[in-house]
């Protein structure tokens, strides 16, 4: 039997020999219609798996650069920190030098006065009797008698 129309012309026996009731496993006329994502080549699926692993690595690169910039940053705060510290204690031990040795100056000067006994105690008072001491008399200049010699300029 045969239909032939304007369209489609289908033989039914043909049909039948091919359909899943006479051939289970064989099925020509299963059509699928939609749109599919194309299969990807062997040489594309390794591409993107290097791109994958290409990427996490580099933002593992970057994760690790911050870190690391992180940890200098905290090392040079504390670098400076140390040296503000170490200026200060420096100027606090100059100033302690210098009280150091004047006091150390002192003290051997009071040393070598008590050993050769410049200064002693008085061991009786000696009374004086006063007499009239004429000073002698000082000489005045006028100033009008000076002469300047003045320089030009000056």
């Known amino acids: 039997m045969n239909i032939s129309s304007a369209k489609v012309r289908i033989d039914y026996e043909e049909m039948y020999a091919r359909s899943y009731a006479y051939d289970p496993i064989k099925q020509d006329y299963t059509v699928v219609e939609g749109e599919f994502k194309k299969e990807n080549s062997i040489k594309n699926i390794a591409v993107d798996k290097i791109n994958k692993t290409l990427r996490n690595l580099l933002l593992l690169l970057v994760v690790a650069s911050f870190a690391g910039y992180y940890c200098a940053m905290i090392s040079e705060y504390n670098l400076n920190t140390l040296s503000h510290q170490i200026t200060t204690i420096s100027d606090e031990n100059a100033e302690l030098e210098n009280d150091l040795n004047r006091i150390k100056s002192l003290r051997n000067v009071d040393f070598k006065v008590s050993q050769s006994n410049y200064l002693q105690k008085a ?32």
Do not use: C, D, W
């Open 123 to 154: 061991g009786h008072v000696m009374q004086v009797s006063a007499k009239n001491v004429v000073l002698p008399e000082t000489k005045k200049i006028k100033l009008s008698n000076l002469t300047f010699n003045r320089a030009i300029g000056y």
